[in-house]
């Protein structure tokens, strides 16, 4: 950020940003279907068009294997717009219902209007699709909206400030690239909804900044995801769908990828096994080349995950991988058996490529040990056992659910995505995200007939017996 306060050399400064957008959102445009579909229609052609420089910006920051760029982030995109631009009239239609006999006649109807700017910050791991899916919502909303991507994944952050203003109308939609300067010059001019994608110490940091103008906030945070583990299951079946979910998911720096495993002491060394053998199977004898992995973020992150692994508490607890390579951040699957509860590795969420299994004496523990931790975003169980289900289900509370499988709920349309507690507030995607960046208004018609006596003073005696 330049130092006498604009956002980008030759640019202008949040305020004057701000004061553009609200103007260009009083103008009306951004209401009709007509700018909000031409603006699907251009991220759906950039996408498109652009998915080979997607890719590469992608592979870039993460060293993303092509199959997980394109499935995890490029079609879910895509997915997405698609939707939108097929719902959009059928979204936008104010909803009819029914009115009271008391103030016949009249008609009642629900009509969704923008909000206004709308304010997106996105995170790192999956920096195009957590950037691009809730603008696109904010725009099906009819809102203009400003993405400020992450500048931990700076050649998607590039590329978006390069290619979004070629597709989309550049007076309404904007990005601004830069970091914590540029995100608090943005945080204190007023909004009208922020979706921040993050972590719960800057969501902290969001959220008071939003309370200066009442503006509402959606968080999407994370936490410590537990996959529960009864020694019914299919080992086979169950041991693929975990890893996919952990290390098949930007190798673990996914907010619903599996933090922790949780089994009885018998089970543990039959799934650490199967673990073991899937893993082998995956990424073969020497993960560390394996092109199906992608790399630890960055210096900081890779130095955080060797603390972990470092904690005296673990010692003689790795028994698959562990393997590191500090000049392409590079760290193996590592799976830990039976940590202790009170080791750094369970105090806060990994995001990496290390899971711990934690055992029990009987399966049931598993609720109180999960309920001793903040609220996380994914609870997982593999089980055969309907009633252990049925309990996962009701006393288990987390963003979304899974049983019998990880991560795969996340790209279904039909379900809302967030958080609770401490893994966030508020959720979106398809449908939840039009409604999340638009204001529901209760609206009454009348005409000027069916006058009633009884409701205006004098309140006279007989009104009252009335
Ligand atoms: P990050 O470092 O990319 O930060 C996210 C955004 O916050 C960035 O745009 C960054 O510029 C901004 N930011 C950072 N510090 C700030 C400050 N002091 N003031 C204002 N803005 C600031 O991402 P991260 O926090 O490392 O992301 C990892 C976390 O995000 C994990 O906890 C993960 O579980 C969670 N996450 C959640 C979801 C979800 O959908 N719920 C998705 C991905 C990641």
């Given at each position: 950020m330049a130092d006498d306060g604009?956002?980008?050399a030759g640019g202008e400064s949040a305020g004057e940003l701000v004061k553009g957008l609200r103007e260009n959102y009083y103008?009306?445009?951004?209401?009709?279907?007509?700018?909000?579909?031409a603006q699907l229609k251009g991220i759906l052609k950039m996408i498109d068009?652009?998915?080979?420089?997607i890719m590469a910006a992608l592979f870039e920051d993460l060293s993303k294997p092509k199959l997980e760029s394109f499935a995890h982030e490029i079609s879910l995109a895509r997915s997405a717009c698609v939707l939108a631009l097929k719902e959009l009239h059928r979204w936008m239609k104010p909803e009819k219902v029914s009115s009271m006999l008391s103030v016949f006649p009249s008609s009642a109807e629900i009509v969704t209007e923008p909000l206004g700017l709308v304010l997106v910050?996105?995170?790192?791991?999956?920096?195009f699709l957590l950037a691009i899916d809730p603008v696109i919502g904010a725009i099906s909303a009819g809102n203009t909206v400003v993405l400020k991507p992450s500048e931990i994944s700076p050649s998607t952050s590039a590329l978006f400030a390069r290619l979004l203003p070629d597709y989309v109308d550049g007076s309404c939609i904007k990005v601004v690239e830069g970091s914590i300067p540029e995100t608090t010059a943005l945080l204190e001019q007023k909004w009208d909804k922020i979706l921040y994608t993050g972590n719960a110490r800057v969501g902290r940091i969001i959220m008071s900044a939003a309370a200066k103008y009442l503006?509402?906030?959606?968080?999407?945070?994370?936490?410590?995801?537990?996959?529960?583990?009864?020694?019914?299951?299919n080992l086979n079946v169950t041991s693929?769908?975990?890893?996919?979910?952990?290390?098949?998911?930007?190798?673990?720096?996914?907010?619903?990828?599996?933090?922790?495993?949780?089994?009885?002491?018998?089970?543990?060394?039959?799934?650490?096994?199967?673990?073991?053998?899937?893993?082998?199977?995956?990424?073969?004898e020497d993960p560390l080349k394996s092109e199906d992995l992608a790399r630890v973020v960055n210096s900081n992150h890779f130095a955080r995950l060797t603390k972990l692994l470092d904690d005296e508490k673990l010692s003689g607890k790795i028994v698959h991988g562990g393997m590191k390579d500090e000049k392409n951040l590079k760290i193996a699957p590592t799976l830990l058996l039976d940590v202790p509860h009170d080791s750094l590795i369970m105090e806060e969420e990994i995001f990496g490529p290390l899971l711990p299994i934690i055992t029990v004496d009987n399966i049931e523990k598993c609720f109180d040990?999960?309920?001793?931790?903040?609220?996380?975003?994914?609870?997982?169980?593999?089980?055969k056992n309907k009633k252990l289900e049925e309990k996962f289900v009701k006393d288990v509370s987390s963003g979304g659910m899974l049983i019998n499988d990880t991560a795969l709920h996340f790209a279904n349309p039909n379900f809302p995505f967030g958080g609770v507690g401490e893994s966030g507030m508020g959720s979106y995607h398809a449908k939840f995200s039009f409604d999340a960046f638009s204001h529901k208004k209760a609206v009454l018609h009348r005409s000027f007939a069916g006058e009633v006596s009884a409701r205006y003073p004098p309140y006279t005696t007989k009104k009252q017996k009335f």
């Open positions: 604009r956002l980008a103008s009306g445009r951004t209401k009709t279907y007509k700018w909000r579909a068009e652009k998915e080979e420089e910050i996105s995170a790192w791991n999956y920096p503006t509402p906030v959606i968080l999407e945070l994370g936490g410590k995801c537990p996959v529960v583990v009864d020694s019914d299951v693929k769908r975990i890893a996919v979910g952990k290390w098949g998911s930007n190798n673990g720096q996914a907010c619903i990828a599996p933090d922790y495993i949780i089994t009885t002491k018998s089970f543990a060394p039959k799934l650490a096994e199967a673990l073991k053998i899937t893993l082998e199977k995956f990424y073969g040990l999960i309920n001793s931790k903040p609220k996380p975003l994914a609870a997982y169980l593999f089980t």
